[in-house]
């Protein structure tokens, strides 16, 4: 968000869906329409928050939890972090 949406004059649109998966599993997904990975200084999910957050994944689900991150789903730009948790 900081560095998609909060230099646009015209702001933005966060989507934050939370949606069972396999077992009692969850997938959460965070969904921006900001500048978009392929704009930003901040490419292909590397920036330290996103770091962080893959490290913590790691110590609470060794193995087992995943997380992607890539472009919006949908026409225009913007950026998605899916999560998918174990469960």
Same mark, same amino acid.
């Given at each position: $968000?900081? #560095?998609? $949406?909060? +230099?646009? &004059?015209?702001?933005?649109?966060? *989507?934050? =869906?939370?949606? %069972?998966? @396999? !077992?009692? !599993?969850?997938? *959460?997904?965070? @969904?921006?329409?900001?500048?978009?990975? !392929?704009?930003?200084? #901040?490419?292909?999910? +590397?920036?330290?928050?996103? =770091?962080?957050? =893959? &490290?913590?994944? @790691? *110590?609470?689900?060794?193995? +087992?939890?995943?997380?992607?991150?890539? %472009?919006?789903? !949908? @026409?225009?730009?913007? +950026? =998605?972090?899916? $999560?998918? *948790? %174990?469960?």
């Amino acid at each position: $968000i900081k #560095h998609g $949406i909060a +230099s646009r &004059s015209s702001g933005g649109r966060v *989507l934050v =869906r939370a949606l %069972p998966s @396999e !077992g009692n !599993g969850l997938v *959460l997904d965070v @969904e921006d329409d900001g500048v978009g990975f !392929g704009n930003s200084t #901040h490419r292909n999910g +590397s920036g330290t928050t996103l =770091r962080n957050c =893959r &490290s913590r994944l @790691e *110590l609470l689900y060794p193995r +087992s939890a995943e997380m992607q991150v890539g %472009p919006a789903v !949908g @026409e225009g730009s913007g +950026s =998605r972090v899916r $999560i998918r *948790l %174990p469960g």
